[in-house]
């Protein structure tokens, strides 16, 4: 298959150079030293956060204030953020996606309460549209911004991007924030950007793989979704293992991932179980009638790390499939906990993973020439 090059590369260097596989289960912090966090940065943050933060560890060493790392944590109407000043790109995105939320119309709402029309959502899953999609935010109305919440010295700036090479890769999809144009501009923030190789991945497969996270919605009732770009190391040729990446701006500003992470928690009703019906909520979901409180969900998880390169149309997306411990370890963060991660099922156990080409650049390319 043609399409294994890229993939087994990149498991590969995530295998053996994130380390294989091996689980550190994370230790209540209470045993350890009491290390007082500094609060998070005001959110959008304006100001600076240097203020004078005591901690036990020393406020006599850090007299003149903690130097960071500080997460600028960024909160928008569609999503949340993390910043990392030094690679001035996102250390995390986070979204909460629903059929609501990306403004589509729900599936019909099932007879009952004890059928949910699966079988035709997983159609939906595969198949795709035939559903109507409102758009209230209007893509052509939004425009990179640099985010002046994010200090001056640490920003990403347009000019970082300016003939680089590169495409300003949204992280959270300006599609995931249809719900207002509002919502969608926020996407557009630099903050929320980093650099993606264009062809062959920001313009095609890696917006698959943000379809498909869209689609999931027609399956599940929550679908929550981090993106986290990674820095990987891979073997060179005298043996040992490096991390290579571009920094691009003048001078040097924007680091370019190696590669770029989803991770998926998606959640629905089991019917596995005898469910009762909830109390009656005005704002529920017509598609899951019998959600309340109490309501027995199944969970399913799923990561995916793709290279930032040109990837192929008909690469498997199964085959960019990785343990979401992998992610976490090479990202250093902790996406969800161990008693999520025991409960939940493969993602792709439970749903179709298969991403739908959609040539639309090309398209245009083609009546632009007539
Ligand atoms: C969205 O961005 C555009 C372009 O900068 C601007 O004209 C428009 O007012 C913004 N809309 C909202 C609702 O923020």
């Known amino acids: 298959m043609p399409t294994l090059g890229p993939s087994l590369l990149f498991a ?21 030293p009491t290390v007082q966090l500094p609060p998070p940065p005001p959110e959008g943050g304006k100001q600076e956060s240097r203020a004078l933060i005591p901690t036990a560890v020393g406020s006599a ?21 993390a910043y990392d000043r030094r690679l001035k790109h996102p250390a995390w995105t986070a979204e909460h996606l629903t059929s609501t939320s990306l403004a589509r119309t729900p599936p019909p709402a099932a007879a009952g309460t004890q059928t949910v029309p699966l079988d035709q959502a997983r159609k939906a899953d595969t198949t795709g549209n035939g ?18 919440g994010v200090p001056e010295i640490f ?19 300006a599609a995931d924030a249809k719900i207002s144009q509002q919502a969608m ?3 557009f923030y630099l903050s929320n950007i980093a650099p ?11 917006a698959y793989l943000e379809d498909f996270c ?52 998606a959640s629905r009703p089991d019917f596995a179980y005898p469910q009762k019906p909830g109390p009656a909520n005005p704002n529920q979901n017509p598609a899951y009638p019998t959600t309340s409180a109490s309501t027995i969900k199944e969970l399913a998880l799923g990561a995916f790390v793709l290279p930032n390169a040109e990837i192929p149309d008909q690469a498997d997306l199964r085959s960019f499939i990785v343990p979401v411990e992998h992610v976490e370890k090479a990202a250093g963060l ?28 090309d398209a245009r390319k083609s009546i632009g020439k007539k």
């Open 12 to 32: 590969a260097g995530l295998t053996i150079g994130v380390g294989a596989g091996v689980l550190y289960p994370r230790k209540p912090t209470s045993t350890g």
């Open 61 to 81: 060493v850090l007299a003149h204030g903690f130097p960071g790392p500080t997460p600028d944590i960024l909160k928008r109407t569609a999503y949340t953020a």
């Open 131 to 148: 559903e109507k999609v409102v758009t209230k935010g209007d893509r052509s109305k939004s425009v990179f911004m640099e985010d002046e």
């Open 155 to 173: 920003r990403a700036k347009l000019q970082d991007y300016f003939k680089s090479g590169y495409d300003r890769g949204h992280m959270v999809p």
């Open 185 to 187: 501009n926020e996407t």
């Open 196 to 206: 993606q190789v264009g062809d062959g991945f920001n313009r095609h497969y890696w």
């Open 214 to 265: 869209r689609r999931l919605t027609n399956n599940f009732e929550d679908v929550y979704v981090f993106t986290v770009p990674l820095y990987l190391p891979a073997k060179q040729p005298d043996g040992k293992w490096r991390v290579s990446y571009e920094v691009i701006g003048n001078p040097p500003s924007v680091s370019v991932p190696t590669h770029f992470a989803k991770v998926i928690l």
């Open 334 to 361: 902790q996406l969800f906990n161990d008693q999520v991660k025991s409960k939940s099922k493969q993602l792709c156990s439970m749903t179709q993973c298969q991403v739908i080409v959609r040539r639309f650049d």
